[in-house]
T-cell receptor, first 115, second 112 residues
Framework: DAGVTQSPTHLIKTRGQQVTLRCSPK?????VSWYQQALGQGPQFIFQ???????QRGNFPDRFSGHQFPNYSSELNVNALLLGDSALYLC??????????????FGPGTRLTVT | AQSVTQPDIHITVSEGASLELRCNYS??????LFWYVQSPGQGLQLLLK??????LVQGIKGFEAEFKRSQSSFNLRKPSVHWSDAAEYFC??????????FGQGTRLTINP
């Protein structure tokens, strides 16, 4: 049973560029959440997708956008990259956006470096 | 607003010694509480969770945590640490699979 997978593993971009990160949820999961983890910090919630719609959003600018596909996989897009966007981007999947006992399972992350 | 405080940024213990990592939370409703562990360059692995019922919960790798509502705490414990326990530990609060709010993390170093 495959867990949460993310691609690419590492990415180097230049300021002003755009980037797309990808996530495949754990088998049987239908909800995907994205987190940003800056160096030395805890993860911060970006947004959550369920039924191909953004259901909840954290305190991130509109430069951060996402998409969920019918097979439940998801993409995170970041436009006009800033140096401060350098971080580990974590994807987490779960069964349904609400309900009891629904913990989130995390992927290994994508390390984004903006130069 | 939800918040999580992990007062200890870095803790060093000797192999075989006991461990307690502190976590305090602020949340308006009954919280769901989690402890995750992160090895260098890796994602997060769930150690244990508390949703309801018995306030002492057992997790993987010999870890346990105790929920104390009166103190708004959810401290992680292990009776005897192993060198492989060296990692970053994160406490988080959330509700179901809604967004998780994480603490800043505690880095654990094990002395041989």
């Amino acid at each position: 049973d495959a867990g949460v997978t993310q691609s690419p593993t590492h990415l180097i971009k230049t300021r002003g560029q755009q980037v797309t990160l990808r996530c495949s949820p754990k088998s049987g999961h239908d909800t995907v959440s994205w987190y940003q983890q800056a160096l030395g910090q805890g993860p911060q919630f970006i947004f959550q997708y369920y039924e191909e719609e953004e259901r909840q959003r954290g305190n991130f600018p509109d430069r951060f956008s996402g998409h969920q596909f019918p097979n439940y996989s998801s993409e995170l897009n970041v436009n006009a990259l800033l140096l401060g966007d350098s971080a580990l981007y974590l994807c987490a999947s779960s069964v349904g956006p609400t309900g009891q006992g629904r913990e989130q399972y995390f992927g290994p992350g994508t390390r984004l470096t903006v130069t | 607003a939800q918040s999580v405080t992990q007062p200890d940024i870095h803790i060093t213990v000797s192999e075989g010694a006991s461990l307690e990592l502190r976590c305090n939370y602020s949340y308006g409703a009954t919280p769901y509480l989690f402890w995750y562990v992160q090895s260098p360059g890796q994602g997060l692995q769930l150690l244990l969770k508390y949703f309801s019922g018995d306030t002492l919960v057992q997790g993987i790798k010999g870890f346990e945590a105790e929920f104390k509502r009166s103190q708004s705490s959810f401290n992680l414990r292990k009776p005897s640490v192993h060198w492989s326990d060296a990692a970053e530990y994160f406490c988080a609060v959330g509700q179901g699979a809604q967004k998780l709010v994480f603490g800043q993390g505690t880095r654990l170093t094990i002395n041989p």
